[in-house]
């Protein structure tokens, strides 16, 4: 297909969705549930509990019944094994399987579709299944062995949208070094830790009045500063990353030159990797 | 050729919603906005369905359903929103076939639970006929009440037996009210009518893991007859000695069969569905395509939907749309009906579009399309003036009456007056 994917709806944040609710099988203090989608990055703000190798769970009770149809984890998670199910009576009865995988653990090119997901370069993981709609989600990690327990950052499950070929020029490489430096009186420069952060522009050229209709609620979410996962191309999921929107007025408009709404949406990777 | 485009449209919903924007009912178009216009889903019960893998399903109390059905056509399974009436179980134990309930017709054989079943239990039997002198069967006793035509349904699977046969007996009468055979191929079944029995078989569903449910009508029912559920694991050769699956046996005091009812759930409480609807009446369409599992039960008094009528369907003005012998729209305004119906019979499980045109004058026109096919346009009939406002401000889905509808979708618009072909149109391009 070749085509972008964006994930932006998430069912596990209690931001976006208010009347959803967590529950874990454990939770420690200052590592609580909620963390996984709370939209910090750092490996220190995770979900992880106490009880060593033990099956941890996580469950997200919705308020109505949702589709969803892609899963996300963040880079820092210790998670070898995850079972993701779906119920319509809080799990009283046997679940609906959607996958039993054993994540990939080295980064190659791979489609979101593939069987096992995609590890991206930056060390996330994300798998694209056939649309569920149910009212209870569950995440399950089985015991991992003695000694050793579950810790998951960030987690999106959601709806993703496909909007099509995304406007020219998109480059989803292109980056800003972020650094301090000072340059010395003989003209070399000191320079701090720097990062590469990825910026640019997604360029969209709906192509009719519905197709903009469908895309007006994710570009709302991205609108509220929410992070979206990009994944330039569907079938090289592994060059996925995350990104939040720039400040400045965007969004998409009609132009005389073309009859249906088209726009930038600028975007700047959100907590890129540090290395 | 009036063109519908989202600023026309009011609501969607329905199954195909679910998978395309998140969930089963959005405003106008689409998802546009955060603050979200929701359904209001009651059902006192439990309830059950078949999930996209093809395996049931239980939803608890108030919690909609999406139903997957499997495209006869594609052969894919497609998402719809399970709408259904009130259904009262008549099978003492349609699980436990190893209840004192069933007793044995003749022979000698086993009933074996425990098995695997389309619902990820172990409640399955498997039922085997180990006397190569008599036909093994065993039997249960359906209290009907009221005489005609009753809805049955069955779960089987292929065991070793080539043949399984499945009855509804009027044992007074000597006559099979219901009788299917299912010849078995690699696990896969064909059925037919046993010969000499009444009934029709409606459908037969394919459920993961080797299940298949068999849905049917049984005829000429007589409630004050001893009126048995036969379940017969081999053909009616006496020296067979082979075994076949069963699991949720089912019979309803309806003519059409509904959605498996288990032994926890004698009595399946009526769906409704609420959407706000704060509009004031003018012209508007409204567009569902669903597929008919039995609405014509109950004549004249189901609702697929209604706009106003209030929680009891008794308020004016309102407009709804009922099956008495046929579909038709119904404008009530202060006790004058006006009413636009269309001609044409659904079978059961066909594939239903029906559109509903009222004008600014309140002239009403309903258009019909069965399973894809060429629409058929009922004549325009009944202006009125239109009120200023309806009864109350919601938009009602099933919830009264014997509806049974797996809804695929709904679109409620406005202004515009389409065709069928109109809408189909919009669908495509959305």
């Known amino acids: 297909m070749s085509d972008p994917v964006l994930l932006i709806e998430n069912h596990l944040s209690i931001t976006q969705f208010g009347l959803h609710v967590l529950t874990p099988s454990e939770e420690a203090t200052g590592t609580e549930a909620y963390r996984v989608a709370d939209g910090r990055r750092s490996p220190l703000d995770r979900w992880t509990g106490v009880t060593l190798n033990v099956e941890y769970s996580l469950k997200w009770a919705m308020d109505r019944p949702r589709a969803a149809d ?56 994300i798998k694209r299944f056939p649309v569920r709609t149910a009212s209870y989600g569950r995440i399950r990690i089985p015991a991992m062995g003695a000694g050793l327990k579950p810790s998951i950052v960030g987690l999106m499950v ?118 | 050729m009036p063109e519908i485009r989202p600023q026309h449209v009011l609501l969607q919903a329905g199954g195909e919603i679910a998978a395309r924007f998140g969930a089963f009912v959005i405003p106008g178009a689409g998802r546009q906005l955060i603050e979200e216009f929701k ?35 594609s052969g894919l399974f497609e998402p719809y929103w399970w709408l259904e009436s009130l259904r009262a179980q008549l099978v003492p134990d349609p699980e436990n076939f190893g209840a004192a309930g069933w007793t044995t017709v003749a022979g000698t054989g086993t009933r074996t639970g425990g098995q695997a079943d389309p619902f990820g239990g172990t409640s399955a039997y498997l039922i085997a006929d180990t006397d190569a002198a008599n036909v093994f069967q065993i039997q ?18 292929a065991g070793s037996s080539g043949e399984t046969n499945v009855r509804l007996r009027d044992t007074t009468a000597g006559a099979d009210r219901f009788g299917v055979k299912v010849t078995w191929t690699a696990g896969v079944p064909t059925t037919a009518v046993i010969g000499g029995a009444g009934g029709a078989i409606l459908a037969v569903e394919p459920w993961g893991n080797g299940w298949y449910r068999i849905l049917g009508n049984a005829t000429g029912v007589v409630a004050a007859n001893t009126n048995q559920f036969i379940l017969t694991p081999t053909n009616f050769t006496a020296s067979s000695v082979a075994d076949s699956y069963f699991f ?34 003018e012209a508007l369409f409204v567009y569902m395509k669903f597929r008919e599992r039995g609405n014509a039960d109950g004549v004249g008094v189901s609702r697929l939907w209604r706009i106003g009528s209030n929680a009891d369907g008794l ?25 636009g119906v269309i001609a044409g019979t659904p079978a059961y499980d066909d594939i239903v ?21 060429a629409p058929s346009v009922g004549t325009a009939a009944g202006a009125q003036t239109l009120p200023a406002a309806w009864s109350d401000a919601n938009f009602y889905l099933a919830g009264m009456g014997a509806v049974l509808t797996p809804l695929a979708r709904l679109i409620v618009g406005r202004s515009v007056q389409p065709s069928l072909a109109d809408v189909q149109s919009y669908i495509a391009a959305s």
């Open chain 1, 70 to 125: 892609v899963i996300w984890c963040d880079r820092g998670y210790v998670c070898p094994r995850l079972i993701l199910e779906y119920s319509d009576d809080n799990f009283a009865t046997p679940a609906q399987a959607v996958f039993d995988i054993t994540l990939p653990t080295a980064s190659m090119p791979g489609s979101i579709d593939s069987a096992f997901g995609v590890r991206t370069e930056e060390g996330c993981w």
């Open chain 1, 158 to 275: 959601g709806l993703s949208w496909t909007p099509g070929p995304l406007r020219r020029p998109f480059g989803p490489d292109r980056n800003a070094l972020v650094v301090n430096e000072t340059p010395t009186d003989s003209g070399w420069l000191g320079r701090g830790r720097a990062v590469k952060r990825r910026e640019g522009s997604l360029g969209f050229m709906t192509t009719s009045e519905c197709d903009y209709a469908l895309g007006r609620y994710h570009i709302d979410h991205f609108d509220r500063g929410r992070p979206m996962v990009i994944v330039p191309n569907d079938e090289q999921a592994e060059r996925s990353f995350v990104a939040v929107r720039q400040p400045p007025v965007h969004g998409l408009s009609r132009e005389p030159s073309y009859y249906y709404e088209q726009g930038e949406l600028p975007y700047v990777e959100w907590e890129p990797r540090r290395r």
């Open chain 2, 39 to 73: 359904e209001a889903h009651t059902r006192a019960s439990i309830a059950t369905f078949q999930n996209r893998d093809g395996r049931g399903q239980v939803a608890a109390v108030d919690k909609p359903r999406p139903h997957w059905i499997r495209n006869a056509g």
């Open chain 2, 140 to 157: 249960e006793i359906v209290a009907f009440t009221g005489d005609g035509t009753k809805g049955v349904a069955i779960f089987v699977k």
């Open chain 2, 248 to 281: 949720g046996a089912n019979a309803w005091n309806a003519l059409y069969p509904s959605s498996y009812q288990g032994p926890t759930l004698a009595t399946k409480q009526l769906e409704s569905v609420v959407l706000p609807f704060p509009y004031a009446p």
């Open chain 2, 315 to 339: 308020g004016t003005p309102a407009l709804y749309v009922t099956y008495n012998t046929q579909y038709g729209t119904r404008l009530n305004v202060g006790g004058n009906i006006t009413s």
């Open chain 2, 353 to 373: 579009e029906l559109l509903v045109t009222m004008a600014a004058n309140g002239l009403m026109q309903c258009t019909l399309a069965l399973n894809g096919g």
